[in-house]
């Protein structure tokens, strides 16, 4: 009969001692069977911590252009009012750091600039560091940053030559909070032509509205005065907190299955303990004391490894970051979230087999029997409700997702997502007994242990689930992201392409030092300085063609608020056309774009503008919803020609020769397509750049930004490994229960093939539930967050993705399961002794 669970009299402290120490001592000598789990749970915490250490200091501060101030004003360094401008702000706010700028001309597309600025300004601390030697201290001598030291071929003590000057060089620099900055300082008011000012200050509310700005010089104060941005969306905090989240409870549902398992082992000792008069809650103890014991271990393991390891990469993570990192300025609240999350989730997985177990009747445990099954219609129609109630908060969450709000709703929709999805896997593994009679035997055997074996199969279930959810989310937002036809993302060149970019018209002629020291003036922005030097580059690289890419007075907008268009528009000149290997009788005669992407034929609210609109200085080119008539033409006729190149750089998007004709567009050269025949080498890049410098040009080569298939290649295989690896365990955690059987299998005669088959049916139909559950979910959720673009989602499927997680999966783990299966072990023939 059951144990009287009401039973006050449980021994007290003395008894409840007894029991800690006997847990302890079976979890020493088990700890084989769960160090699976210990391992997870370590690499799930420092992960996590390493995860938020990367996460949030990857971006850079909010203030990072504010050094200690939170304003600044940006101020015309010709304009013949800078002095008043200065003194009135000095009046109004005390304090204040100017620094002075001007741009150089160093042939790449960054270009370099000549600052001025104060090493031990009041506000400028932040923006400025000295890596070596000195500051400059009269005006010929400056100070370099690394990349321009580089760049030159000079160090300290070398003379430098920029701008028709030689400076010395006595020490280099850094912009600890942009280290990609690259810069020449010089001494405080030595530039004596800056093009901008910036003045950095400390101000109230109060203060801005009572500051009278010199007659005529208001405007120019107030277009260009700053204050620190608020933060936007989401910040990295939560993102590594909700991928913490996901990872806790993926580690959660595994855990359940291992202790399920451990406390199926342990049925006949704790039916002993029950029988000796221990109560339930005792015996809830002995695993429950278990699940927080091994929680403890990885919490303490997994917070020493992760912080170990992210002292050891913060270092070297500044150069990919572009801005210094303090490595302890991580958010140490996460890192004590982390290490709970450990401890709460091997606790709660310990305790659902506990409360199971400590509601058999002491002879059913003593027989070694495992607990009948609850319901799973009932668990069903919870876990339909808790799904539909997480992804309802996800989705409301997305809906003030872009005023930076929804951060509780996301977190309890993950919650209530995941814990969803793990009560559907219970009714959806014992629906497999039911479809179990008409399959083979070695099928039918290894459906109906994952029936009979529920708890752990259905934890196991939830768990591969989980990771196609991650992955079917990462699928299907990155590729609506760069399925965007508005805003493009992605590889700009490829690896054997550089673009030679000629200088804007009216620039400033650029002077070099030539041999003898004497200067010699180049004038930027002319077509034919340009095409000279684009031939000169061509040469030195060893370029098999070069193209001319025009660039029209014209332009895609999207009509509607809020959206824009990015990436610059070219012409469709015949020799485009032909580099391409575009036939002239292949184009929609009444075409007026041709674009290689292919979301943006049919795309809504598009219009070519053109003419006065599309001159306004307004960088949205006539504004948001506008469409000029006579100066835009709506929802042109776009076709998608799949030869044009799909690089962000690329002439990706052309207008044709009708759209020039008959909107009289006016054309000139923008730049010049240069192809190798093998990737550019760094040396080859490097002497382009010198080249372009000389005729005020820049360069562009191919950047690191990785492709759609790259990201889902990555997405799909951690997912695919992550579904594996619960997998391998739960698998192995099946057959080691179904030994008996399998003894009653070989004394009927089955052999190596049937007991192959076993592990291979149980791990493919694992699989292929997992795929379909998974992608499902990740759909609703995916769908749910992103509401307002549903039309998107729709129309940008990763098939392929999608496809191969949805086969692939079963296929590789039946597979596995087949060709790994153990030989028949030396205990099969005799009953194990415990």
Not at 18 to 42: G, K, Y
Request: with cysteine; charged share 15%; net charge positive.
């Amino acid at each position: 009969m059951p144990r009287d669970a009401a039973s006050r009299d449980d021994g007290g402290i003395a008894s409840r001692r007894a029991v800690l120490r006997w847990s302890l001592r079976l979890f020493r000598r088990e700890w084989r069977q769960q160090v699976l789990i210990l391992i997870l749970v370590t690499v799930a915490v420092s992960a996590t911590i390493l995860g938020a250490a990367i996460v949030t200091s990857s971006p850079p501060p909010r203030n990072a252009d504010f050094g200690t101030a939170n304003h600044l004003v940006q101020l015309g360094g010709h304009d013949p009012r800078l002095a008043a401008e200065l003194a009135a702000v000095t009046r109004q706010f005390g304090r204040v750091d100017v620094i002075e700028n001007r741009t150089l001309t160093t042939g790449t597309a960054g270009g370099t600039q000549l600052r001025s600025q104060n090493p031990r300004g009041p506000f400028g601390g932040p923006l400025l560091a000295l890596v070596s030697g000195r500051y400059p201290t009269v005006a010929s001598e400056v100070a370099l940053t690394g990349t321009l030291e580089q760049s030159y071929g000079v160090a300290i003590g070398g003379t430098w030559r920029a701008a028709g000057h030689a400076y010395h060089v006595v020490g280099t620099v850094e912009n600890p909070s942009s280290l990609t900055e690259s810069f020449a300082l010089v001494a405080p008011g030595a530039l004596t032509e800056p093009e901008t000012v910036t003045v950095l200050f400390d101000a109230t509310p109060a203060q801005l509205t009572a500051f009278t700005a010199p007659k005529g010089t208001r405007g120019a104060f107030a277009s260009g005065l700053e204050s620190i941005p608020p933060a936007a969306g989401f910040n990295p905090e939560f993102i590594v907190l909700a991928a913490a989240t996901f990872g806790m409870l993926f580690i959660g549902f595994v855990a359940v299955a291992g202790f399920t398992v451990v406390g199926q082992r342990r049925t006949r000792a704790l039916g002993i303990l029950g029988a000796l008069g221990a109560s339930d809650r005792r015996i809830r103890l002995v695993l429950v004391a278990d699940g927080a014991a091994l929680g403890g271990i990885a919490m303490v393991l997994g917070a020493a490894i992760g912080l170990a390891a992210w002292w050891v990469y913060a270092p070297g993570m500044q150069a990919s970051v572009g801005h210094v990192i303090d490595p302890a300025a991580i958010p140490w609240w996460l890192v004590g979230v982390a290490m709970a999350l450990a401890l709460c989730t091997c606790t709660f997985a310990a305790s659902r087999p506990a409360r199971a177990i400590a509601r058999l009747p002491i002879v059913a445990a003593l027989s070694g029997r495992p607990p009948e099954p609850t319901g799973a219609r009932r668990s069903a129609i919870v876990g339909l409700g808790v799904l539909g109630a997480g992804v309802a908060l996800v989705a409301a969450a997305g809906s003030v997702a872009g005023r930076g709000g929804g951060i509780p709703f996301v977190m309890i929709g993950i919650a209530a997502s995941c814990v969803g999805v793990y009560l559907v896997a219970q009714w959806v593994v014992a629906q497999l007994g039911l479809v179990a009679n008409r399959a083979p035997l070695a099928a039918r055997v290894a459906l109906r242990d994952l029936a009979r074996y529920r708890s752990r199969s259905g934890a196991a279930l939830g768990a591969i689930s989980l990771a196609i959810v991650i992955t079917g989310v990462v699928c299907i937002a990155v590729t609506a992201r760069f399925s965007d036809p508005y805003d493009f993302v992605g590889p700009n060149l490829a690896s054997n392409q550089l673009n030679v970019y000629r200088a804007p018209v009216g620039s400033a002629a650029v002077v070099t030092i030539g041999p003898g020291g004497k200067k010699i003036s180049h004038r930027a922005g002319s077509t034919a300085e340009t095409t000279k030097l684009a031939g000169e580059i061509a040469v030195v690289i060893g370029a098999r063609s070069s193209l001319a890419l025009e660039k029209p007075s014209a332009g895609l907008v999207h009509t509607a608020a809020g959206r824009g268009f990015t990436g610059t528009i070219y012409v469709a000149t015949p020799a485009l056309l032909k580099r391409f290997g575009i036939a002239a009788s292949s184009i929609d005669p009444r075409a007026l774009v041709l674009t290689s992407r292919p979301t943006l034929p049919g795309a809504s609210n598009l219009a070519l503008v053109y003419g006065a609109a599309w001159s306004n200085p307004n960088p949205q080119r006539g504004g948001a919803g506008r469409c000029p008539p006579g100066s835009c033409v709506r929802n042109p006729r776009v076709q998608e020609v799949s030869s044009l190149p799909t690089g962000t750089s690329a002439p990706n998007t052309v207008l044709t020769e009708l759209a020039v004709r008959e909107l009289h567009l006016r054309t000139s050269v923008r730049a010049y397509e240069l192809t190798t025949r093998s990737s550019l080498t760094a040396l080859q890049v490097q002497s382009a750049r010198t080249l372009a410098q000389t005729g005020g040009a820049t360069i562009e080569s191919a950047s690191s930004f990785p492709t759609l298939n790259e990201v889902d290649s990555f997405a799909v295989l951690l997912g695919i490994l992550l579904a594996l690896g619960v997998l391998a365990m739960t698998v192995g955690l099946i057959r080691s229960e179904t030994a008996s059987e399998l003894r009653v299998l070989s004394a009927a005669g089955a052999n190596r093939r049937t007991r192959r088959a076993l592990t291979g049916v149980t791990a493919g139909v694992l699989g292929l539930l997992g795929a379909v559950l998974g992608l499902v979910v990740a759909y609703l959720v995916t769908g749910a967050f992103f509401s307002s673009n549903l039309s998107e989602l729709a129309r940008d499927v990763p098939v392929r993705q999608l496809v191969t997680v949805l086969f692939g999966l079963p296929l590789v783990a039946g597979a596995a399961g087949w060709a790994l299966a153990a030989r028949e072990p030396s205990t099969l023939a005799r009953q194990p002794l415990e």
